[in-house]
């Protein structure tokens, strides 16, 4: 499920460091960020650069 966005978080358009396809790609889903926890934010309150500050990350589903 996604989260809404909002204007301290990103739309999940364009693909980050942390997805392992653009968004939208067959045979992906949405995960949470392993880096920030879903929170878009490090420890340090900085946005996670591996999810853009989503949250989320973009992997590979099924047998792709």
Do not use: H, L, Y
Not at 22 to 38: K, Y
């Amino acid at each position: 499920m996604s989260k809404p966005s909002s204007p301290d978080m990103p739309a999940a358009t364009t693909k980050n460091p942390g997805d392992e396809a653009a968004p939208g790609s067959e045979q992906t889903g949405e995960n949470t960020c392993p880096v920030c926890n879903g929170s878009g934010r490090t420890a340090d309150k900085a946005m996670c650069s591996n999810c853009g500050g989503s949250g989320i990350v973009i992997v590979t589903v099924g047998d792709a």
